[in-house]
């Protein structure tokens, strides 16, 4: 039991380096988009306006996207510190090890996080949707809910 304790406590340690580069790598990232912000353009063209302009348009959505990134990262830090880390906020099951390599600064296993497509369960649980015949387990299941179309003669 002590080496299990010391392996996790050296993959905590690891994913805590991984998560504090990430949280600096980041606030890297939004100063320079602050700077891209402020900036005024060098000539008064139109050309040089307008292209000011998408290049701020596009550097607020990036620092938008990488300020809620610092705040997972943030989280997760807490998380770590807390003993939370690596528990999905969803179901409450451990999070593999391959998502949080991947992402590590997420708070969802991939069960939770998959949205509508899901693994169907074991043979004998599921039946085709005319409830006639088994399905096999290595089928997908979609759900999709019914499109509802408007007529332009209706005024409902």
């Not at 990036?62 to 880390?85: C, D, K, P």
């Not at 296993?109 to 169907?120: F, K, L, N």
């Not at 649980?125 to 387990?137: A, G, H, V, Y």
Request: proline share 4%; aromatic share 4%.
């Amino acid at each position: 039991m002590g080496t299990k304790m010391k392996a996790d406590s050296s993959k905590m340690h690891t994913c805590r380096t991984v998560l504090l580069a990430k949280r600096e790598e980041l606030i890297d990232r939004i100063y320079a988009h602050r700077s891209e912000i402020t900036s005024v353009p060098t000539e008064n063209s139109q050309a040089e306006v307008a292209l000011h302009s998408v290049v701020r348009d596009l550097a607020y959505v990036s620092m938008e996207n990488e300020i809620r990134t610092l705040a997972e990262v943030e989280l997760s830090l807490h998380r770590l510190e807390t003993g939370e880390y690596g528990l999905c906020g969803s179901c409450g099951e451990g999070i593999s090890t391959a998502r949080l390599q991947a992402i590590p600064w997420t708070r969802v296993c991939v069960i939770c996080a998959g949205g509508g497509i899901r693994r169907s369960p074991r043979c004998d649980e599921i039946q085709s949707p005319d409830n006639t015949e088994r399905l096999p387990t290595n089928v997908i299941q979609f759900h999709r809910s019914p499109l509802q179309l408007k007529n332009e003669d209706d005024q409902t």
